[in-house]
């Protein structure tokens, strides 16, 4: 699985990540918000948000690279309704942006009115997404903390109201559905809830937990699916041969050594036969950690897979699209982000590579804390944008994301390993400079608001 790398390898220049310009801009306008939602990184440890506006000149300095721009999303951690300038930002950047190119960010909702709606239409928005966790109004309240499911249903007529009040409008309303444990199964309620009130699509994310106790709240597996693959494939061979693999019992080499009688004959098949499901993986370069493949809750699992067909269907029969993400993270990994030509800018100028590296926190992958410090490339107010994305050190490092051939952390039975947890990462076991192989987006786990 591992090559060894060097500055313009493998990746295929026809790659947005290699082209002379970034396709899509994420840019940080505010991160001021009027809501306190408990899954929101500026609530995580070691967060290091503050509160702050991007500054006009910020904003002029990114214009070089509107032209070239198949999205703008005017949104990173904050309520982008809440900056001074955001529309004169969005008639700005559709002046200049191509025509079938679009400008759109995430919203609460919280602050539009009838007016607000009619100005954003007017100035030329493109996309909104509202963040809908369920339509049971205890839940909603609970995971959006200060806002309402009224507060909602108002957002989305007033929007409504404003498209159907201009014919020339290509406002796309959507709705952002973050899956938990104690929502996942509203899923299937807030598609048709949204779908009635205009809503043209949905996205549906699972949740990323920044403290402990967020663990508890996931309602994703945590071991890859072509693990999985092979841990069911043997599993079932075992049952017909009458064994349990969850007699698995990995002190039994010691126990060989000490008091060979004491250990089963049961086990010590059991055994025998994960050390060749082990092999098996290993030749076929997919990380396995059987203890967590022992500990996977199955029924969770069939649980929020059969919970997603249904939104599924409920979506082709309201007529609205749905993107879900997957309930066993990708072997086959991709970064949604590097991929498709995207750079990010933070309210301050700085210029980042993807979600995953845009801010400094701390969050949680499986049972193990991750300090997650930003990846910085040049400021904007500097250095012009378009030569921070040229720079050499910005394309090696698009260059190798596109390859992605990075370790996985969250399946390596000896993780978390003293490379992944220091404080300042330089590399990971197959030497590789970016962190990369812990990133849930590119396990297709978390989405936003991009395509």
Same mark, same amino acid.
């Given at each position: 699985?591992?090559?060894?790398?060097?500055?313009? +390898?493998?990746?295929?220049?026809?790659?947005?990540?290699?082209?002379?310009?970034?396709?899509?801009?994420?840019? !940080?306008? &505010?991160? $001021?918000?009027?809501?306190?939602?408990?899954?929101?990184?500026?609530?995580?440890?070691?967060?290091?948000?503050?509160?702050?506006?991007?500054?006009?000149?910020?904003?002029?300095?990114?214009?070089?690279?509107?032209?070239?721009?198949?999205?703008?999303?005017?949104?990173? /951690?904050?309520?982008?309704?809440?900056?001074?300038?955001?529309?004169?930002?969005?008639?700005?950047?559709?002046?200049?942006?191509?025509?079938?190119?679009?400008?759109?960010?995430?919203?609460?909702?919280?602050?539009?009115?009838?007016?607000?709606?009619?100005?954003?239409?007017?100035? +030329?928005?493109?996309? /909104?997404?509202?963040?809908?966790? +369920?339509?049971?109004? !205890?839940?909603?309240?609970?995971?959006?903390?200060?806002?309402?499911?009224?507060?909602?249903?108002?957002? $989305?007529?007033?929007?409504?109201?404003?498209?159907?009040?201009?014919? !020339?409008?290509?406002?796309?309303? +959507?709705?952002?559905?973050?899956?938990?444990?104690?929502?996942?199964?509203?899923?299937?309620?807030?598609?048709?809830?949204?779908?009635?009130?205009?809503?043209?699509?949905?996205?549906?994310?699972?949740?990323?937990?920044?403290?402990?106790?967020?663990?508890?709240? &996931?309602?994703?597996?945590?071991?890859?699916?072509?693990? *999985?693959?092979?841990?069911?494939?043997?599993?079932?061979?075992?049952?017909?041969?009458?064994?349990?693999?969850?007699?698995?019992?990995?002190?039994?080499?010691?126990?060989?050594?000490?008091?060979?009688?004491?250990?089963?004959?049961?086990?010590?098949?059991?055994?025998?036969?994960?050390?060749?499901?082990?092999?098996?993986?290993?030749?076929?370069?997919?990380?396995?950690?059987?203890?967590?493949?022992?500990?996977?809750?199955?029924?969770?699992?069939?649980?929020?897979?059969?919970?997603?067909?249904?939104?599924?269907?409920?979506?082709?029969?309201?007529?609205?699209?749905?993107?879900?993400?997957?309930?066993?993270?990708?072997?086959?990994?991709?970064?949604?982000?590097?991929?498709?030509?995207?750079?990010?800018?933070?309210?301050?100028?700085?210029?980042?590579?993807?979600?995953?590296?845009?801010?400094?926190?701390?969050?949680?992958?499986?049972?193990?804390?991750?300090? *997650?410090?930003?990846?910085?490339? #040049?400021?904007?107010?500097?250095?012009?944008?378009?030569?921070?994305?040229?720079?050499?050190? $910005?394309?090696?490092?698009?260059?190798?994301?596109?390859?992605?051939?990075?370790?996985?952390?969250?399946?390596?039975?000896?993780?978390?390993?003293?490379?992944?947890?220091?404080?300042?990462? !330089?590399?990971?076991?197959?030497?590789?400079?970016?962190?990369? #192989?812990?990133?849930?987006?590119?396990?297709?786990?978390?989405?936003?608001?991009?395509?």
């Amino acid at each position: 699985m591992h090559d060894s790398r060097s500055a313009g +390898g493998m990746a295929s220049t026809s790659s947005p990540a290699l082209r002379e310009y970034p396709s899509k801009l994420f840019v !940080e306008s &505010t991160t $001021f918000c009027n809501l306190r939602c408990p899954m929101c990184v500026k609530q995580a440890a070691d967060s290091k948000v503050v509160d702050a506006d991007m500054s006009q000149q910020t904003f002029a300095a990114l214009e070089a690279a509107f032209p070239f721009l198949e999205s703008l999303v005017l949104n990173g /951690i904050g309520e982008p309704l809440m900056h001074p300038h955001i529309l004169e930002w969005i008639r700005r950047a559709r002046q200049i942006m191509p025509d079938n190119a679009w400008v759109g960010f995430q919203s609460n909702g919280l602050m539009l009115d009838r007016s607000l709606a009619d100005k954003l239409v007017d100035a +030329g928005l493109d996309r /909104i997404c509202l963040s809908v966790d +369920g339509v049971k109004p !205890e839940t909603f309240s609970k995971v959006r903390k200060g806002e309402d499911l009224s507060d909602m249903d108002r957002a $989305f007529r007033v929007l409504r109201e404003a498209r159907q009040g201009q014919s !020339e409008c290509r406002l796309r309303i +959507g709705a952002e559905f973050v899956a938990m444990r104690e929502n996942f199964r509203q899923l299937p309620d807030t598609v048709r809830w949204v779908a009635e009130r205009g809503a043209d699509f949905v996205i549906v994310s699972h949740a990323l937990p920044y403290d402990i106790s967020g663990i508890a709240q &996931t309602a994703y597996d945590n071991s890859i699916d072509a693990a *999985v693959e092979i841990y069911q494939r043997w599993k079932r061979q075992m049952e017909a041969d009458g064994l349990d693999i969850k007699a698995y019992d990995y002190m039994v080499w010691e126990k060989e050594q000490v008091l060979p009688r004491t250990v089963d004959p049961q086990v010590r098949k059991v055994n025998q036969m994960v050390g060749r499901m082990r092999a098996e993986a290993r030749k076929k370069d997919i990380f396995m950690d059987v203890m967590q493949l022992l500990r996977r809750d199955e029924a969770m699992v069939s649980a929020v897979q059969e919970v997603f067909e249904e939104a599924r269907q409920v979506a082709a029969a309201m007529g609205i699209e749905i993107k879900l993400p997957v309930v066993t993270p990708r072997y086959e990994r991709e970064c949604p982000f590097v991929t498709k030509g995207s750079a990010f800018i933070s309210w301050n100028g700085d210029v980042h590579p993807c979600y995953y590296l845009w801010h400094h926190y701390r969050c949680w992958v499986n049972d193990w804390d991750r300090l *997650v410090k930003p990846k910085v490339f #040049g400021n904007v107010n500097r250095q012009p944008l378009l030569d921070i994305w040229r720079s050499e050190d $910005f394309r090696i490092f698009r260059e190798h994301v596109v390859e992605f051939d990075y370790p996985y952390c969250s399946n390596c039975g000896v993780a978390p390993c003293d490379l992944v947890q220091e404080e300042d990462f !330089e590399q990971d076991c197959f030497t590789n400079p970016e962190p990369c #192989g812990s990133c849930l987006w590119a396990m297709g786990l978390l989405q936003c608001l991009q395509d």
